[in-house]
């Protein structure tokens, strides 16, 4: 089956600093994937998609890479603020509907 | 408009048990997922239901299944629960089943004792 890994457990940032999260994947077939934010006690929250047929997507503050050769994704925060301490997953599908498959997840903690 | 809400938020059960999970999705909304996660595997998919149908369905036993109603609202079961089904269940809904954003509710904290 797939598996989507992160390459580090835990990351710490300097307030006012930029963060990069990794995730590597393994199923070559993902066309789609997304980067959600879970605080404590709360339920994932979407921050940012990209499908397959790029390798860049903007938003606020967020920049997700996709390397598809090798099957490499990042999330970049600019301007890590104590707000965007929580833990961030990776997910992916390559499936029709929403069957997605999740990273274990990195935990950020912003520095204040 | 209101979120995705799931009660109850907290469950203790003991082994053998059973239990249902309930899941109301956003307004609007006709798929709705539902995921465990442990801190050890973290978010693993169990199924998704989409206008009461089950669209997919993840690598998990038989004892877990679900529903979906008319009106949206999803329904998980676990029978014969174990020690190992404790978990924070989270359901998830969005507007079409596919490629898109999906809304998470706060999830059910569930031990089993």
């Known amino acids: 089956g797939e598996s989507v890994g992160l390459h580090l457990p835990t990351l710490s940032v300097q307030e006012g600093d930029n963060s990069i999260i990794n995730c590597a994947y393994s199923?070559?077939?993902?066309?789609?994937f997304i980067w959600y934010k879970q605080e404590s006690g709360k339920g994932p929250q979407f921050i940012i998609d990209?499908?397959?047929?790029?390798d860049k997507r903007q938003g606020q503050r967020v920049t997700v890479l996709l390397n598809k050769t090798v099957k490499h994704l990042s999330l970049q925060i600019a301007a890590t603020q104590p707000g965007d301490s929580a833990v961030y997953f990776c997910?992916?599908?390559?499936?029709?509907?929403?069957?997605?498959?999740f990273g274990t997840g990195t935990s950020l903690t912003v520095i204040p | 408009k209101a979120g995705v809400t799931q009660t109850p938020r907290y469950l203790i059960k003991t082994r053998g048990q059973q239990v249902t999970l309930s899941c109301s999705p956003i307004?609007?909304?006709?798929?709705v997922s539902w995921y465990q996660q442990t801190p050890g595997q973290g978010l693993q998919f169990l199924f998704e239901?989409?206008?009461?149908?089950?669209?997919n369905k993840g690598n998990f036993p038989g004892r877990f299944s679900g529903r979906q109603f008319s009106n949206s609202r999803s329904e998980m079961n676990v029978s014969t629960l174990e020690l190992g089904d404790s978990a924070l269940y989270l359901c998830?809904?969005?507007?079409?089943?596919?490629?898109?954003?999906?809304?998470f509710g706060p999830g059910t904290r569930l031990t089993v004792l």
């Open positions: 307004s609007g909304h006709r798929s």
């Open positions: 997910a992916e599908t390559g499936y029709t509907g929403n069957q997605f498959y």
């Open positions: 990209i499908r397959s047929n790029m």
């Open positions: 199923n070559s077939a993902s066309d789609y």
């Open positions: 998830a809904s969005s507007q079409k089943t596919g490629r898109g954003e999906q809304f």
């Open positions: 239901y989409f206008s009461e149908t089950q669209r």
